[in-house]
């Protein structure tokens, strides 16, 4: 198309040309002979008519050719019926070559040249033109002469030798090609018992080539030897070594003909569908490949593997064949030189000069056969050429027609033989698979599927069969070649075609299964295939002159996906860090660290999120002290799960992010601890709220002097309801607020000891990797004036095994303990603040039924939690920072508590006794008055409700006694956090 394209344009530029100088008057001859020529050159051969051209002209100017009786005519005749006969006589057979149907393809040429040759008056031979119609076309309907030019025997004849006289040697060309079509899916169905024969073949003959070509070892012979055991010897040797070389000759002949057998069907079968634009059979395609690897298989055997045994034999071979013809004509040599020295012989006599001749010619056929063992093109023809000039009637007396017949057999094996390296490049050559190149990648998925069950892989071949049209892409002269590589853009274009295919259908499903296998690997799940390793392992493979290897292949997929998805969500890096030592383990892959901030899914929130907006954090999670966990208190709207933060969080963070972000995180939580601690103390800063804690203070110290030290529950009940008619800013009541903010000083408390537990968390993974390290003594001391690598990591390894981890809850009461005296008579309202902790438990115990109770209702209107152990640390932190630890203990609230829900559970209990003793009686009574049954179901009714109101009573009481236990344990344990510290 580009050539037709771009003559086109030339003829364009010329016919331009020439109207400008008719129009300036300057047309000269050369350039009117110019135009001719182009004219020829265009109407001849790029119009396609070189061959219409050529059969066109006239062979007879002067009418000699006109007689019926020509002999012309009956040559011709005679050449194509035995041509055409010997032809046809090899064809489907063993014996054929690639050359058999071309050379039928130049007697359908030389048919038609004879039919134009015939006058008119001559009636053609009948017999001849039914022959050309119904033996060739059977056998091959379709027959490829280059790339997608197809040669169609009955369509060419009725195209160029019609002859419809002749009874069924005739039809249009759709009946042609559906009569075509029709040979061809019939033999569609033996097409793969072919394939499979001729791959049993080629399987048995290279299992005898491999022994047959194999290098041989000379046998040890004994030292004591006579001479007529050397004799013999050398004559066995002799004779074992003619054998040799004919089983070795024979073995190659063998695999040249099933690679033409190979070679031929694999042409035939491509080109028929190609040419009648017949569907390929999606089964036939592991056939056709069977057919490439054994072109491939033989080739590189006899080629490769095998060559410099091949060449061996080759020589030896033609030097037995040359020294069996020179021995046919060792009888002509002694016939002639009797004649030569006989008394007769007259050198003026016809008998002389062709004793003479004959002498001449022996003597160029011994100097032609005695000379180097390389047989080329040219020395055979005058091998041959030297025969033919010796035969005369005057030698028929010594050299019989046996003889004759046996010297012909010994021309064709010597042309075969001298041409194997040159026939085998031919015949398994596989460039035509350019113009087929749309069978590649249904090829590629069929090597993938069967390299996964099949222990031997035959990728290789296949690929070196579609690599073979870089022979003649390489050629192309009409395309400029890359300055650099020196290949044409149309070598190029069909390398990135192949090596995209091959990685899309080959190494890609490759890719994606490993992948899936590492995954399932990671979840504990079986793995996918067990074929995998030997698909990674297997040699590299090449194609179009560019290496192919599945494994760095496979390791630039996985480092690539590993990479973009760790980016894209940063916690799931670790479990990208387990596939990478899955995949080390389990395939020899050797995948590069991202390095990026390793992060786990288990980690639930990232806690550098959490740091950038602490404050939301402290407000919208509560603290569980048991599971030392954060819960979330209210989830977003649709959300069908609560997300949390334990210790094991805090560590992926801090192994993603570095323990780096510790000193910045306790700053942090610094920072928010004294904010809200100051809004603590501007709370109890108020003259009302400091008003009511004075009185307070003032009613348990005059109790306290009576002997009267335990805080009673209805006082500090009737106090909570005095502080909740207090209003704030935030639009809660003053003990809502109070307890808010008590809570979310526990929840700044509590993280900064999950901080402290991360952090060893982390120091208790990296000690398993250190156990035998030996500190430097240097690293033990200090740091280093000048630091380098070695004393960073002797420092940090020495910060691991020997200094002690510091105790950020004890730096932060004893900092805020050291404010509150420095500053003693300016908080000196804080004084009471024990006093307030009763009416907080009770605000606390109201807050946390209702948040359990919420858990459990669909329409969600306030906050709904089932933990708030936050309050507990906060109020055990306020304490020990105020030193009124032993001083709310002296309440005896929780004592206090345990005897007013005593009290409570007794007195329902008596209630419930006698409203049990009530309904009984009147049920008795009713027993004994059957007149009045309706009144008496009514009582029994009213009796059943109140029994229903007392057990929902007891039901209430149950959850205050253990609301209430669990938040005296809960700051009986969270007191702990605290013993023994002393301010400084």
């Known amino acids: 198309v580009d050539l037709q394209e771009a003559w086109a344009m030339y003829k364009d530029v010329v016919m331009e040309w020439s109207e400008q100088k008719r129009t300036d008057n300057t047309l000269d001859s050369e350039f009117e002979s110019f135009e001719r020529m182009m004219v020829l050159l265009d109407f001849n051969l790029l119009s396609s008519r070189s061959f219409v051209t050529a059969i066109e002209q006239n062979f007879d100017p002067r009418g000699r050719f006109q007689g019926a009786k020509f002999p012309l005519y009956d040559e011709i005749k005679s050449i194509l019926v035995t041509l055409y006969g010997q032809y046809c006589e090899r064809i489907n057979t063993e014996e054929e070559t690639a050359t058999e149907r071309l050379d039928c393809v130049g007697m359908y040429a030389m048919y038609v040249l004879y039919r134009h040759l015939l006058p008119p008056n001559i009636v053609p031979d009948a017999k001849l033109h039914k022959s050309l119609w119904s033996v060739f076309p059977v056998m091959c309907p379709v027959m490829e002469l280059y790339g997608p030019l197809y040669f169609i025997p009955r369509e060419f004849m009725m195209s160029y030798a019609p002859y419809k006289a002749v009874k069924g040697c005739s039809a249009d060309i759709p009946e042609i090609r559906s009569e075509a079509a029709a040979m061809v899916i019939k033999w569609n169905g033996s097409f793969k018992a072919r394939v499979a024969k001729i791959r049993l073949d080629t399987l048995r003959w290279i299992a005898m080539a491999d022994s047959d070509l194999s290098p041989t070892v000379p046998e040890s012979h004994s030292r004591t030897r006579n001479e007529h055991d050397d004799e013999d010897m050398h004559v066995n040797s002799l004779a074992s070594s003619v054998a040799s070389i004919e089983a070795a000759t024979s073995t190659i002949l063998q695999g040249m003909k099933i690679a033409h057998s190979a070679s031929i069907l694999l042409h035939s079968q491509l080109a028929a569908h190609r040419a009648l634009r017949l569907n390929y059979d999606a089964d036939h395609i592991p056939s056709l490949m069977s057919l490439m690897e054994v072109l491939k298989s033989i080739e590189k055997l006899l080629l490769v593997r095998r060559r410099s045994a091949v060449l061996s034999f080759q020589r030896s071979t033609l030097k037995m064949i040359a020294s069996n013809i020179l021995k046919k004509f060792d009888k002509v040599r002694s016939f002639v030189d009797q004649c030569s020295s006989s008394t007769d012989f007259s050198r003026n006599s016809e008998r002389a000069r062709s004793i003479t001749r004959l002498s001449a010619c022996l003597t160029a056929l011994e100097g032609v056969l005695k000379g180097t063992a390389s047989f080329s093109c040219i020395r055979?023809?005058?091998?041959?050429?030297?025969?033919?000039?010796?035969?005369?009637?005057?030698?028929?007396?010594?050299?019989?027609?046996?003889?004759?017949?046996?010297?012909?057999?010994?021309?064709?094996?010597?042309?075969?033989?001298?041409?194997?390296?040159?026939t085998l490049k031919q015949v398994c050559d596989c460039s035509f698979l350019y113009f087929y190149r749309d069978l590649f990648p249904e090829c590629v998925t069929r090597l993938y599927q069967s390299n996964l069950n099949s222990a031997v892989s035959h990728t290789q071949l296949v690929l070196t069969a579609f690599s073979d049209p870089e022979r003649i892409l390489k050629h192309v002269r009409h395309i400029d070649r890359d300055s650099q590589s020196g290949v044409t853009p149309c070598f190029t274009g069909y390398r990135n075609f192949v090596l995209s295919h091959l990685k899309e259908e080959y190494v890609g499903p490759i890719c994606q299964m490993i992948e899936t296998d590492l995954r399932l690997a990671t979840s504990g799940a079986k793995g996918v295939h067990s074929c995998l390793r030997k698909l990674i392992i297997s040699t590299p493979l090449y194609v179009c002159q560019t290496k192919l290897e599945v494994k760095s292949e496979v390791e630039k997929y996985l480092e690539r996906t590993f990479y973009d998805l760790c980016t894209l969500n940063l916690n799931d890096c670790n479990t990208y860090t387990e596939m990478r030592s899955i995949a080390n383990e389990r395939y020899g892959l050797n995948l590069a660290d991202p390095y990026l901030p390793d992060g786990s899914l288990d980690q639930g929130v990232d806690f550098m999120d959490i740091l950038r907006d602490l404050d939301s954090f402290i407000a919208q999670y509560n603290y569980n002290l048991i599971e030392q966990s954060f819960v979330e208190r209210r989830p977003e709207r649709g959300a069908k799960y609560l997300n949390t933060m334990n210790i094991k969080c805090l560590s992926a963070s801090f192994k993603q992010h570095g323990l780096g972000v510790v000193s910045s995180a306790v700053n942090v939580c610094y920072k928010l601890l004294a904010r809200k601690f100051q809004l603590l103390t501007e709370f109890f800063a108020d003259d009302n709220m400091n008003s009511l804690l004075s009185r307070e203070f003032r009613w348990f110290d005059n109790q306290k002097n009576v002997g009267n030290n335990t805080y009673p529950f209805g006082r500090a009940s009737i106090f909570a309801q005095e502080v909740k008619k207090l209003e704030v800013d935030s639009g809660n009541n003053a003990l809502d607020e109070c307890r808010i903010i008590i809570s979310e000083i526990g929840n700044v408390i509590a993280l900064g000891r999950m901080i402290r537990a991360a952090k060893r968390s982390v120091f208790s993974d990296e000690l398993p990797f250190l156990p035998s390290y030996a500190i430097p003594v240097d690293a033990s001391e200090g740091p280093q004036s000048k630091p380098n690598a070695k004393s960073g990591v002797d420092d940090a390894i020495s910060a691991i095994l020997t200094k002690q981890d510091p105790d950020f809850v004890r730096a932060f009461v004893n900092v805020f303990r050291g404010v509150i005296q420095k500053s003693q008579s300016d908080n000196s309202f804080m004084g009471s603040f024990f006093c307030i902790v009763p009416a907080l438990c009770l605000c606390w115990m109201e807050a946390s039924i209702q948040g359990k109770e919420m858990m459990h209702k669909k329409?969600?209107?306030?906050?709904?939690?089932?933990?708030?152990?936050?309050?507990?640390?906060?109020?055990?932190?306020?304490?020990?920072?105020?030193?009124?630890?032993?001083?709310?203990?002296s309440l005896n609230w929780f004592k206090s508590i345990q005897s007013k829900y005593a009290a409570d559970e007794e007195d329902l209990m008596e209630k419930k006794k006698a409203q049990q003793v009530k309904r009984n009686a009147k049920i008795s009574a009713s027993k004994q008055s059957a007149w009045f049954t309706s009144n008496t179901e009514d009582n029994t009714q009213e009796e059943d409700a109140e029994m229903t109101i007392l057990h929902m009573m007891g039901k209430r009481l149950e959850g205050n006694r253990r609301e209430m236990a669990m938040l005296f344990f809960s700051m009986h344990g969270a007191r702990a956090f605290f013993k023994d510290i002393r301010s400084k």
């Open 859 to 889: 329409n969600i209107t306030r906050d709904g939690y089932y933990t708030d152990d936050g309050f507990a640390v906060g109020l055990a932190f306020s304490l020990s920072v105020l030193g009124q630890t032993k001083t709310y203990e």
């Open 380 to 422: 055979r023809h005058s091998v041959a050429f030297s025969i033919a000039a010796c035969m005369d009637t005057m030698i028929l007396e010594v050299f019989s027609t046996d003889d004759l017949l046996a010297v012909e057999g010994y021309l064709k094996d010597l042309s075969q033989i001298s041409s194997i390296e040159e």
